[in-house]
């Protein structure tokens, strides 16, 4: 069962980073693979939104859609994605952000396994480069909306 994990510190507020992670919508406009991005429901349930989403992920000869369910905690700034269809046996997902001294600790783990053994295969070679450049294109993305030093007076993007 292959898994990924990485922490990496970036100059931005732990709200910046979670706000950014959370609008999968936007998901297209900076993730490789990427192809599209659906938000088919978002349930409020209190303390935290549950939302059922369809991303299409378009990698060499292989293009796939997956449905996932995201849960987000925004008093705890964490996101926990769960896998509903597609081609995987399961995926598992948690985003957490956490305030450190000049920015935020923004810590990603996911877990996986697919339902093709031949898929698995060809992607699990590359699985941990993918997963670095998707964190790489979060902190680019960020870069952009909220300026290379970061922060919350930077004036830019959302608060």
């Known amino acids: 069962m292959p898994a990924h994990s990485e922490t990496r510190i970036l100059p931005y507020t732990p709200q910046q980073m979670y706000d950014l992670v959370a609008d999968v919508g936007a998901y297209p406009d900076f993730l490789p ?3 599209a991005a659906r938000v088919r429901e978002t349930r409020d349930m209190g303390d935290h939104q549950v939302m059922e989403a369809d991303l299409v992920i378009s990698f060499k000869v292989f293009r796939e859609k997956f449905g996932s369910r995201v849960t987000l905690w925004p008093e705890q700034k964490k ?4 896998y509903l269809d597609g081609p995987f046996r399961y995926l ?6 956490e305030a450190v001294e000049g920015g935020c600790a923004v810590k990603f783990s996911v877990d996986y396994e697919f339902r093709s053994a031949l ?3 060809v992607i ?4 941990n480069e993918a997963m670095q450049r ?4 979060f ?3 960020a870069a952009e909306l909220y300026g290379p030093g970061g922060g919350p007076d ?3 993007g959302p608060a």
Do not use: P
């Not at 996101?79 to 769960?82: D, F, L, P, V, Y």
């Not at 699990?124 to 699985?127: L, N």
């Not at 998707?134 to 294109?137: E, F, W, Y």
């Open 139 to 141: 902190e680019r993305r």
């Open 154 to 156: 930077t004036g830019q």
């Open 79 to 82: 996101i926990e994605t769960e």
């Open 92 to 97: 598992d997902a948690v985003w957490l952000f």
């Open 119 to 121: 898929l698995g295969r």
């Open 33 to 35: 693979w990427t192809a």
């Open 134 to 137: 998707i964190v790489r294109a």
């Open 124 to 127: 699990g070679m590359v699985f």
